[in-house]
């Protein structure tokens, strides 16, 4: 089975990276590929909980509601321990189910299992 | 040995590419790999000589502890920077996307494009 | 992965517009190379990338991406893009054509079938190696 590997580096909403990059996962999950979402540098902010209503809001559709699929379709999700920090973001802001590691596992994780690696 | 092999086509400040490129590139060297960096369009800006940012000198150390760096000739002479304002131990390659194409398709492990 | 006996293949996507950054050139000139040197070629074009496809580019003074995806379907690239960005942007005027195995638009090259984001899954699925242009800054 082809192992895909995600890497996030945009925040939510300003630009379509985000919700593109998240899209490609739950498709690769629907269609029974192996897949890991890595949210780092500016990506660490789509890990974050209480996204309200942005469809209404701002016509975006919840990249909150896209993580969750995607760790209900069996996907791995990894946050960025020292993009966080250097954003002032702390677990408890976080998606309780997603992994919070520090850069350097992250950078473990892309050398050992990036066997297809697709960036947004 | 394992190779990754990265495309950098940003320019070294603009975004956070560059910088994820010299952290990822330590930790593979760490880990004992062999670690190529193509330099393609504005990308070709991280290889100019003589940069005191962040960027500069970590292709400079990149080099030093063997990291392989190669720059597109075309878009360096494109861009005005001569091969003697290129940093030392940079490759100034003419066919760059061929040789790029090679590196991925028969050598690399883990490839990543930023 | 590509069988024994199959060529190898590389699939590249490309997020970003033509003629505004030199990432639609580079994908094509790289997928130019790798079709020289015997490899199979996949494009998938998502986001703003979809815009590479329409018809009728005419460049003043810059590489002429249209023709130039063109000339790689003709060497063998298969090209598709994303429907719901083509929809989002316009393109797309109906419903997939069973058939020819595209969504319709009289708006787009022929070299580039608009599909559903699956396609790009599919190729993700068989390839040996994988490249993103544009997506990550």
Redo the contacts between chains.
Sequence with gaps: MSKILVLITHPPFGHENTFAGLYVASAALSKGLEVTVAMTGDGVYAGQKGQVDPLANINMPSTEDQIRDILDLGGRTIVDQDSMSERGITQEELIEEVEVQPLGKIQDVVLDEGEIIVTF | MAR?TM?I??PPH????AE?MC??SN??LE?G?EVVVYL???GVLCSKKGQKGYIGQNIRTAVGKGITVRASAKDLRARAITADQVEQGVEVVE?L??E???D??EK?E????? | MVGEGKKKTMTMMLFTGPYGSQYADHMCRIADRALDKGYGVQIFLYGDGVHSQLKGQNPKAFFNVGEALTKLAEKGAVIKSCVRCSTARGYVEGEFNEKEERYPSSKTIDAVKIYSLYGYVEMLGNTDKAITLGSSN
Excluded: K
């Design positions: 990754l495309l086509m940003s603009s975004d956070e590419s994820r952290g990822l930790r593979a880990r790999m393609l369009g504005d066919d996307e061929g790029f194409v090679e991925v398709m690399a883990r490839v990543i494009t930023w």
